[in-house]
């Protein structure tokens, strides 16, 4: 075989190789995995399909966010894009992105090995390691637990037990970016940079994960090399700010504020001793850089090494001492198998390149004897874990479409698995959602906290949570029964709402008790007195809503009709006299704004994080809500564009260029 079709053959080998373990997934719409977060993946592919010309503001989650807070938006464009172009259901457009995805993992790994080691054997074994061992099974006795054995694939697991669809594409992608940054170093110019910008962006586009794990491996790259020179160190700078000015319309900085404060709360607080066991890995880079200087290894094998160390450093810290380096450092213990799978083959090819001839076809039957048995445990794996489900008799898909009849587009609260399939089947709006980091009113997750949990409510946790939830515009609430067979049961108390709400339905175990608001509206007519007077400071501090939540049921209040007019704005009517205002249940963002009778008037969030508008009617009122991002936004949209033409531009002056070079 031609030495330039070996690459080609070893990546088809390993491409099919992977499809055929999760070849199930390209004919399946929804898996029986219900407790998967995947629900929460395949709702924002089902609303790009349906709104692809208004992704602004997303009213489904959270009382509203914007549409760049409700996960990184790649996945879902792509799956919600295929699925319109295709006429592909949704879940099913989600699962062959998925399925391709899985199989090219280690086909693009294969290349970076390919790349950095010259070798097709040593780069052809990264692919295989990556593709048929799972070594966080063996270091890790909480993954091989889960897991259910060493012999199992965790990565498959993440993907399809657990949801880890994006994070998985970003994998995928990782080795890609890191290649178009290296040739952007190595051969500076225009085009190449853009190149690189664009697969740094995607990453950034598709996990955050992933986003760290590829500035870990830049990072890492960078500092292998022999010559250390700084120009390439600020080549590399200005690629990533290329980078971020592509991917900024989608993660703006507000968005990157909101989801650290956010990841704050659901991760809980970090190790106190985290930054000590920063400086100690930086200490072992750069010794590490040092050991290979000395020992006059390669720029490869000190890349593999390099990055080895956060990559296994970070979540080996938690799983063997308990040691939070960085929210949610379990979950790199995927990217760990990746740079494991790259060091473990440069073991190999060293390990090979020393062992006597005649010795050679033994390793050889032994390693394909590993990897047969190997791939039959994973293949057998995947059957059992790959299996469709009669999506009509779940209890996510019986509850979501009762509420959807029944609710008339109110919002409502559904716990646990049903919350993450809700608006995967509806559009029906929900108090929580499946991106917590994400959410826009810091009080969000205190709220939904207190009423799941009623801690330290006592005998008032009904009543403290039924104050929350009309506060909140929640017309609906369903409580998961110790019978439920809905997957995580997260209230504490099911009990807590019986003799306080009337009950609407029963539902396989599962209860939905109606809040009986008087009006339904999310707009409402009151004095600025009746607005809370300060911030709640925790769960049960109730005591600055209670005149409020009074207020929204007074009926001498009058009534206000909102009713929204497009996925980014709404209307709202209502008979008001100069001192009132309009409480509007809606999480408030600076990119709303508010005009009423022509004209442009005040709107700011009060101490609930929800939208207050000054209209200073008399009478008969017509006021139009419109969100459009803020000045901010404008910013960096103009910012994204800008760094889209420059590269569109270093492309097209590149190609005169490569002419005359060959003239």
């Known amino acids: 075989m031609s030495p330039k079709i070996r690459p080609l053959a070893a990546s088809l080998f390993l491409f099919f190789l992977n499809m055929w373990i999760v070849r199930n997934l390209l004919w399946i719409e929804w898996l029986d995995q219900m407790g998967s977060i995947e629900g929460t993946h395949i709702a924002l592919a089902r609303w790009v399909a349906r709104n692809r010309g208004d992704l602004t503001w997303f009213p489904l989650w959270y009382g509203g966010i914007p549409f760049e807070n409700t996960y990184p938006p790649l996945v879902p464009l792509v799956a919600g894009g295929l699925s319109a172009l295709t006429g592909l259901a949704p879940a099913r457009a989600y699962h062959i992105l998925a399925a391709v995805s899985y199989a090219a993992g280690p086909v693009t790994l294969f290349w970076l090995a390919l790349v950095l080691y010259r070798a097709l054997w040593p780069a052809l074994a990264a692919g295989l390691m990556y593709s048929l061992f799972s070594p966080s099974c063996w270091l890790a006795a909480a993954v091989r637990q889960d897991a259910g054995s060493v012999w199992h694939a965790r990565r498959l697991q993440a993907l399809v037990q657990y949801g880890e669809g994006p994070h998985l594409v970003a994998m995928a992608l990782i080795p890609a970016a890191l290649l178009l940054l290296m040739?952007?170093?190595?051969?500076?110019?225009?085009a190449r940079g853009f190149a690189a910008a664009t697969g740094l962006a995607a990453v950034a586009l598709t996990n955050w994960l992933g986003a760290a794990a590829l500035a870990a491996g830049a990072f890492a790259w960078l500092l292998a090399q022999a010559d250390g020179s700084w120009r390439r160190w600020a080549l590399a700078s200005g690629v990533a700010v290329w980078a971020y000015a592509l991917a900024c319309s989608w993660i703006p900085p507000s968005t990157i504020r909101t989801i650290r404060h956010g990841e704050r709360w659901?991760?809980?607080?970090?190790?106190?001793?985290?930054?000590?066991?920063?400086?100690?890995?930086?200490?072992?880079?750069?010794?590490l850089r040092w050991w290979c200087r000395r020992r006059r290894c390669s720029e490869a094998a000190a890349f593999a090494l390099l990055f080895a160390l956060p990559a296994c450093g970070v979540p080996l810290a938690s799983y063997w001492a308990g040691l939070r380096a960085v929210p949610q450092p379990e979950r790199y213990h995927l990217e760990m198998e990746m740079a494991l799978a790259l060091l473990a083959a440069l073991v190999l090819a060293t390990f090979w390149s020393r062992l006597p001839r005649s010795r050679r076809i033994g390793a050889v039957c032994a390693v394909i004897v590993a990897c047969g048995y190997a791939f039959v445990r994973y293949e057998r794996y995947a059957r059992r874990m790959i299996r469709p489900v009669a999506i009509e008799q779940t209890i996510e898909y019986r509850v979501a479409h009762w509420l959807e009849r029944n609710a008339a587009g109110g919002?409502?609260?559904?716990?646990?698995?049903?919350?993450?399939?809700?608006?995967?089947f509806t559009d029906t709006p929900q108090l929580a959602g499946g991106f917590d980091q994400g959410a826009v009113n810091p009080l969000s997750p205190h709220v939904r906290y207190q009423i799941l949990s009623g801690d330290g409510a006592g005998s008032r946790e009904g009543e403290v949570a039924v104050l929350w939830l009309k506060a909140y515009g929640v017309d609906l609430v369903a409580v998961s029964g110790p019978d439920s067979r809905e997957i995580y049961k997260p209230f504490r108390n099911p009990r807590k709402f019986?003799?306080?709400?009337?009950?609407?339905?029963?539902?396989?175990?599962?209860?939905?008790?109606?809040?009986?608001?008087?009006?339904?509206?999310?707009?409402?007519?009151?004095?600025?007195?009746?607005?809370?007077?300060?911030?709640?400071?925790?769960?049960?501090?109730?005591?600055?809503?209670?005149?409020?939540?009074?207020?929204?049921?007074?009926?001498?209040?009058?009534?206000?009709?909102?009713?929204?007019?497009?996925?980014?704005?709404?209307?709202?009517?209502?008979?008001?006299?100069?001192?009132?205002?309009?409480?509007?249940?809606?999480?408030?963002?600076?990119?709303?704004?508010?005009?009423?009778?022509?004209?442009?008037?005040?709107?700011?969030?009060?101490?609930?994080?929800?939208?207050?508008?000054?209209?200073?009617?008399?009478?008969?009122?017509?006021?139009?809500?419109?969100?459009?991002?803020?000045?901010?936004?404008?910013?960096?949209?103009?910012?994204?564009?800008?760094?889209?033409?420059?590269?569109?531009?270093?492309?097209?002056?590149?190609?005169?260029?490569?002419?005359?070079?060959?003239?």
């Not at 040739?183 to 225009?190: K, Q, V």
């Not at 919002?411 to 995967?424: C, E, I, Q, T, W």
Request: proline share 7%; net charge positive.
């Open 498 to 663: 019986e003799g306080l709400l009337n009950e609407a339905a029963r539902l396989d175990g599962m209860t939905v008790y109606d809040l009986g608001r008087p009006r339904k509206s999310l707009a409402h007519a009151m004095r600025r007195a009746d607005l809370p007077p300060r911030a709640p400071l925790h769960g049960l501090d109730v005591e600055p809503i209670r005149a409020y939540v009074s207020a929204l049921e007074d009926p001498l209040r009058g009534e206000a009709q909102f009713a929204w007019t497009s996925r980014h704005a709404a209307v709202i009517a209502a008979e008001l006299t100069p001192d009132q205002v309009l409480s509007v249940q809606i999480s408030y963002h600076p990119g709303w704004r508010a005009i009423a009778g022509g004209r442009p008037v005040r709107l700011y969030g009060d101490p609930l994080g929800q939208i207050v508008v000054e209209p200073n009617c008399s009478g008969a009122c017509r006021v139009e809500l419109i969100y459009d991002g803020g000045r901010p936004m404008r910013l960096a949209r103009a910012a994204a564009w800008a760094a889209w033409l420059a590269g569109l531009a270093a492309c097209l002056m590149s190609v005169p260029g490569r002419r005359r070079g060959r003239g």
């Open 411 to 424: 919002r409502v609260m559904v716990p646990g698995s049903v919350g993450f399939f809700l608006n995967a």
């Open 266 to 287: 659901l991760s809980g607080e970090l190790s106190a001793n985290r930054w000590l066991f920063g400086a100690c890995l930086v200490a072992a880079g750069f010794f």
């Open 183 to 190: 040739s952007a170093l190595r051969r500076p110019g225009a």
